[in-house]
């Protein structure tokens, strides 16, 4: 069992593997070696190498936005797909507003591309968001498909759902980042839960 996240030492970002607990992935040698093989791929590479470039220049002065697109001018993406919440269409306007703004060709998709009802996930009225109207599906499987027809070279997650997103991280082709992920409660802040998990939220988290 891999428990990471209960580390208060991480002597991995240290180098001071002579510390390292039994179970730490650091101990395994041998996968070690083969996933550092796999960075020699080009695809790998290209993305890790400028993803750290990404990182250290823009360390606590750029935006995720500002970051987005150095890292795919940096993999020489110009072709980027956005794959959006219908619930987000103002900020899916203005971020390919920017995007195009900055050089690149853009291409997006709704979540309710297809306009596919619910019923056909077997969806009850009763188990609709709003009982008696007609609702559309969520459909990043769509959302993949169209986004691989149109050839993009990056792809970023703009509020879809979670399980959707999984869906769409499934099926697409190209390399995908986040952008903004769903939380409806906390204004898509979901970290804010983690915040307040000792005040606030303890109840509803630590049932």
Known sequence: MYTCAMCSEHYCKKGELEKLP????????????KIKKLYSEAENYKLAHNSALVEAEGYCKKTRLEEIMDFANKCNFKKLGVAFCVGLSNEAKALCSILKH???EVNSVVCKNGSIPKEFLNIKDSEKVRPGTYEAMCNPIGQAIFLNNAKTD??????LCVGHDSLFIKYSDAPITV???KDRVLAHNPIGALYLSDGYYKNKLYK
């Open 154 to 159: 990056l792809n970023i997650i703009l509020g």
């Open 179 to 181: 952008f903004a992920v």
């Open 22 to 33: 039994v179970n730490c992935p650091c101990n395994e040698k041998e996968e070690q070696e």
């Open 102 to 104: 900055n050089g690149f």
